[in-house]
C-alpha cells in the first residue's frame, strides 16, 4: 500500500476513533448543576446516575440491599480507591468506613445532590483517589423511596428550594427517623443489613432543619457525647466537633450547633439535641459509630446549602483520614470498656447546671401584630445580625442506671423482638432442653402511655419495674442472650424496659398488661372470705391498706380485687415481662 494511503487511512481511523470516544463519554453533570442549583434529581435519576458511574469507574460499586415500603429495593453505592467491594475484606485491612445517608426527608434533598456530586469528583481526580486509599464510602443515595417518589412543590412550607422534592412520610407514611429501633418498616430493615454490612465508624446522615432564623447556612448534630460514651464521647466532643468546625471555617464557612429551639428566639440559649436509639444517630451509637446529623437551614437558598453540604462532607472525610488508628482504636476498645464498668445508664436528664457559651451569629427577633391573624407573630429582621454570647447546653447526666446482667432470657413466643434482634446480628442461644435457672423475674411496676398516636404507637414512659429474685423454669426454645458481644448496648437499649427506646416502651409486649381472666364479685366473695380467714397475713396487707388509702377504703370493688390479685387465682402472666435477668 502507498505511504500516503497508509498515512491517510490511520489518520481516519484514529480521527473515527476519537469521534466513537467522544460520543461514549458520560456526561456526569448532575440535574442540581444543569439547573445553576435550583433543582435535585428525581429517584430514578438518581439511581441512573449511580448505575452509569459505576460502569465507567472501576472504584465505583452499586448493590441493591434489601427491599422498601414502596417496593423498590434500597442501593448502597460504594467508593474503593483499591476496588475491593468485599466488606469481609475490607474490616480486616487498614481502611476505615464511612456511610453516608440521604433523602430519610426526602424534602430535605441537600445530600442527594451533594454526594452525587462528591463521588463524582472523587473518581475523576487521581489524587483524591490516591488520598482516599485507606478510607472506603458508601452511600445511601435515596433511603426514603416511597417519599421520594411522592414528589410536590409544597409540603416544605417553610423551605428555600428545590423546586420540587420529595414528602417527608415514607410509602407506609412513617416517619423513618423515628423507626430505626422499633423498625417497622422495610426500609429500616435494609438499614440495618446496610449498617452491618458496612459497620461504619462515621456515619453521616443529611437533613434540613425548621425552626429560628439565623446567619448559619448549616448546622451539626453530632451524636451525644455523654450518650456515645467513655473515650468515644470524649473523642466527639474534643477532637471530632472542634475539628471539623474549624475546617470549615478555613473555607469560610460558619457552623453551628444545631439550633434546638421551635417558636421562639436563641437568646435565652438551648440545649442539644438528645439522639435516643430511635433517630438514626442514637441507633448508630448502640454499635459505637461516631454519627452526626447535617442540619442545613431551611432559608437559606438550595445551592448555598447543597455546596456547604458537600463542603462538610469533605472536612469529614479529611478529619477520618487524619484520625484513621486513634478512632479505629477507639472503636476497638469500646465494648470492653462498656462491659468493664458494670453498669450502664438507660436514660439521660438535661444538666442545666453546665453550659458552654456560644458566640451565636442570629438576628434580633421581636414579636410583632400579624397581617394574617388578630394576634402576634414572631419576626426576624435581617437589617439587624447580631453576635452574642448564648448559652449552650451540651452535657447530659445519667438519671437512670441499672446492673449489667450476665445475660438476659427471653421467651420464645415473642418473635417480633427477636427478629429485630436477628436483624441486628445479636448473638443469642437456644435452650435445648427445659432448663432451670435463678433469674430476675420482673414485673411492670408502672407506666404513661401517649394519649396521641406517634408513628403507628402509642409508646409508655415513665416506666419503673419491681423484680425478684427466683428459680425458674425455662422451655426447650427459650433464648439466651449473653451481653458479652458486640451488640451489647442494643440489647440493654431494648430490653430493659424503663429505657427511652425500649421494647417495652414501643408496645411490643402490651399483651402482657392486659388481664386475661377475671372474676365474678358474688362468686369470688365467698372465695375470699376463706382466704382471709386462712391467711392472716394478707388480712393484715388488707387493714393497712384501708387504713394508708382513704378512696381504697370507700370502694368494696378494689378491697375484693386487691384480696384476687394478692392470692394464687391470680394469673402471674400479668404485668410480667417475659424478659429475665441472669447475674
Known amino acids: ?118 463521588l463524582r469528583d472523587i473518581v475523576q481526580d487521581k489524587n483524591k483517589i490516591k488520598k482516599l486509599e485507606n478510607i472506603v464510602i458508601a452511600v445511601i443515595p435515596i433511603y426514603n423511596i416511597g417519599g421520594a417518589l411522592d414528589r410536590n412543590s409544597y ?17 407506609q407514611n412513617f416517619d423513618l427517623n423515628r423507626d430505626f429501633i422499633k423498625a417497622d418498616t422495610k426500609n429500616a430493615k435494609a438499614f440495618a443489613e446496610i449498617f452491618h454490612l458496612v459497620k461504619p465508624a462515621v456515619f453521616i446522615d443529611n437533613h434540613v432543619s425548621n425552626g429560628a432564623d439565623y446567619q448559619y447556612a448549616i448546622t451539626h448534630l453530632f451524636t451525644q457525647h455523654n450518650n456515645l460514651g467513655n473515650d468515644l464521647g470524649t473523642f466527639i466532643e474534643n477532637e471530632m466537633r472542634p475539628n471539623i468546625e474549624a475546617s470549615l471555617l478555613k473555607k469560610d464557612i460558619i457552623i453551628t450547633p444545631y439550633v434546638n429551639v421551635w417558636g421562639t428566639t436563641p437568646e435565652a440559649g438551648f440545649s442539644q439535641f438528645f439522639d435516643s436509639p430511635r433517630y438514626s444517630t442514637g441507633y448508630t451509637t448502640l454499635f459505637n459509630t461516631l454519627g452526626m446529623m447535617v442540619e442545613t437551614h431551611m432559608l ?44 450502664y445508664p438507660i436514660s439521660f436528664e438535661l444538666d442545666k447546671n453546665n453550659y458552654s457559651t456560644l458566640q451565636f451569629k442570629g438576628y434580633e427577633g421581636t414579636y410583632i401584630d400579624s397581617k394574617v391573624t388578630n394576634g402576634k407573630r414572631l419576626f426576624y429582621d435581617r437589617t439587624k445580625p447580631y453576635i452574642k454570647p448564648i448559652k449552650y447546653f451540651n452535657n447530659y447526666i445519667a438519671s437512670k442506671e441499672i446492673q449489667l446482667p450476665k445475660a438476659y432470657i427471653l421467651k420464645q413466643g415473642w418473635w417480633k423482638v427477636l427478629e429485630r434482634l436477628k436483624d441486628n446480628h445479636i448473638n443469642f442461644a437456644v435452650f435445648k432442653n427445659d432448663t432451670s435457672i435463678i433469674v430476675k423475674e420482673q414485673h411492670i411496676k408502672d407506666y404513661k ?135
Open 155 to 171: 409540603s416544605r412550607a417553610n423551605q428555600n428550594g428545590p423546586k420540587a422534592y420529595g414528602f417527608r412520610g415514607n410509602a
Open 449 to 583: 402511655t401517649s394519649t396521641k398516636p406517634f408513628e403507628g404507637h402509642y409508646p409508655h414512659f415513665n416506666t419503673t419495674i419491681s423484680s425478684e429474685t427466683k428459680k425458674v423454669l425455662f422451655q426447650k426454645g427459650d433464648i439466651y442472650i449473653p451481653i458479652q458481644q458486640n451488640g451489647v448496648r442494643y440489647i440493654v437499649e431494648t430490653l430493659e424496659a424503663e429505657a427511652t427506646d425500649s421494647f417495652f416502651n414501643w408496645n411490643f409486649f402490651d399483651t402482657i398488661l392486659d388481664q386475661k381472666e377475671h372474676f365474678s364479685s358474688y362468686v369470688f366473695e365467698d372465695i375470699a372470705e376463706k382466704l382471709l380467714l386462712e391467711n392472716p397475713a394478707l388480712k393484715e396487707l388488707l387493714n393497712q391498706k384501708m387504713t394508708a388509702d382513704k378512696d381504697f377504703a370507700e370502694s368494696p370493688e378494689a378491697q375484693l380485687d386487691f384480696i384476687y390479685k394478692n392470692s394464687t387465682y391470680y394469673e402471674s402472666a400479668h404485668l410480667k415481662l417475659p424478659v429475665y435477668k441472669v447475674f
Open 300 to 343: 437559606k437558598p438550595y445551592k448555598q446549602r447543597v455546596e456547604q453540604t458537600y463542603s462538610l462532607l469533605e472536612s469529614v472525610i479529611d478529619f477520618t483520614i487524619k484520625k484513621d488508628t486513634e478512632i479505629k482504636e477507639l472503636r476497638r476498645n469500646a465494648v470492653a470498656k462498656i462491659l468493664a464498668k458494670k453498669t
Open 1 to 118: 500500500m502507498h505511504f500516503k494511503k497508509r498515512l491517510y487511512l490511520a489518520f481516519i481511523i484514529l480521527f473515527s476513533g476519537a469521534i466513537y470516544a467522544q460520543k461514549t463519554v458520560k456526561d456526569f453533570t448532575t440535574v442540581f448543576e444543569k439547573s445553576k442549583g435550583t433543582e435535585t434529581s428525581t429517584y430514578q435519576e438518581t439511581i441512573a446516575f449511580y448505575q452509569e458511574l459505576a460502569t465507567a469507574y472501576p472504584e465505583i460499586s452499586i448493590m441493591e440491599m434489601g427491599e422498601t415500603d414502596s417496593g423498590f429495593p434500597l442501593h448502597l453505592v460504594i467508593f474503593s480507591a483499591s476496588k475491593e467491594f468485599d466488606f469481609n475484606k475490607i474490616h480486616l485491612s487498614k481502611k476505615n468506613t464511612i456511610l453516608i445517608n440521604n433523602a430519610i426527608h426526602p424534602g430535605e434533598s441537600d445530600g442527594v445532590d451533594a454526594s452525587m456530586m462528591l
